[in-house]
């Protein structure tokens, strides 16, 4: 059976339950009792205003907790939560930033990449099939401060999905670290990355996701795009996601997570194989405000 065959919601939601769980991001958040207040209340509210305001009926209120049990048995809190919250998260937490705008991560960042030395007109290759398919891919650029200074060995975690959009460790039949790497620039902050272009795909849709993108009508889909996590010492994470023009699901993306900052500017490879995109990033300074996530 194919990737597309066996794959499913339920298995992908398991998978980034599990992983998040991982992470450590589960540890309890240090909150005084006020901030908690002040939050919980300000949901209940909104819940409640939405119920009174649009006269919310016993059967529709029954449908929602049937839906939102079926969301917890799929295991798909964080892909819910990743594609129509994690937007606006990502934008208060960095909203101070002068470098690089960012954007969210995702349920399918997977920590500890396999590890690639490159630099400047030194491109090293992420990790995979030999049969992959897909257009070959130059990504390259540079990693500075916001005083415009080289960040010397900066780390860039780069995965994305594959042609047929799934990703690796989300779906059964591709390698643990297919299109999956982490690259270490050189001491003037250079990279160079050889991958495939990744194409648009739809979230899963046969969970409890896809149960209410039916029921409202929506679709499914996602613009083509790069996940990213860029670092170095003494200056903030970047966590971003680039994507292509021309995807026909720029302009509506279910995660609403495409800004113009993001844009790439593919060009034909000078080698005649694929495309080259020359991408730079500026990371800003660890200050005594920088959240706890964003210190490297």
């Keep these: ?9 339920a298995a992908s939601g398991a998978a980034a339950t599990d992983r998040f769980r991982q992470s450590g991001k589960t540890a309890a958040v240090e909150a005084d009792q006020a901030r908690v207040n002040e939050l919980a209340s300000a949901l209940v509210q909104a819940a409640n205003d939405i ?35 994690e937007h606006s998260v990502e934008e208060v937490a960095t909203e101070h930033r002068e470098g690089n705008k960012g954007s969210i991560e995702g349920p399918y960042y997977i920590p500890d990449a396999p590890r690639h030395e490159t630099g400047k007109g030194k491109p090293a290759t992420i990790d995979m099939r030999p049969d992959e398919k897909g257009t070959m891919m130059l990504f390259q650029g540079q990693v500075t401060s916001t005083e415009g200074k080289p960040l010397p060995n900066a780390k860039i975690e780069l995965w994305h999905a594959d042609e047929d959009g799934f990703y690796a460790q ?36 046969d ?17 083509a795009h790069l996940h990213l996590k860029v670092s170095a010492p003494g200056h903030e ?3 971003a996601q680039l994507y292509f023009p021309g995807d026909p699901h720029n302009e509506d993306d279910i995660a609403t997570a495409v800004k113009p900052e993001l844009m790439l500017d593919p060009k034909p490879a000078a080698d005649g194989d694929g495309v080259q995109v020359d991408y730079d990033f500026v990371l800003d300074p660890v200050s005594d405000e920088t959240p706890a996530h964003l210190r490297v």
């Design 170 to 205: 989300f779906a059964p039949g591709i390698p643990d670290w297919n299109l999956r790497g982490t690259f270490i620039a050189d001491e003037e902050g250079y990279f160079a990355i050889r991958s495939l272009q990744p194409a648009p795909y739809q979230i899963p849709t």
């Design 51 to 85: 119920i009174l305001e649009k006269k919310v009926t016993y059967p529709e209120f029954n449908a929602l907790k049937a839906w939102l049990i079926k969301v917890g048995e799929d295991g798909e809190w964080p892909l819910f939560l990743d594609v129509w919250l």
């Design 207 to 223: 969970g409890a996701c896809g149960q209410l993108i039916a029921a409202a009508g929506w679709h499914a889909w996602r613009p």
């Design 1 to 9: 059976m194919t990737p597309q065959e066996q794959a499913t919601a």
């Design 237 to 239: 994470l970047l966590t």
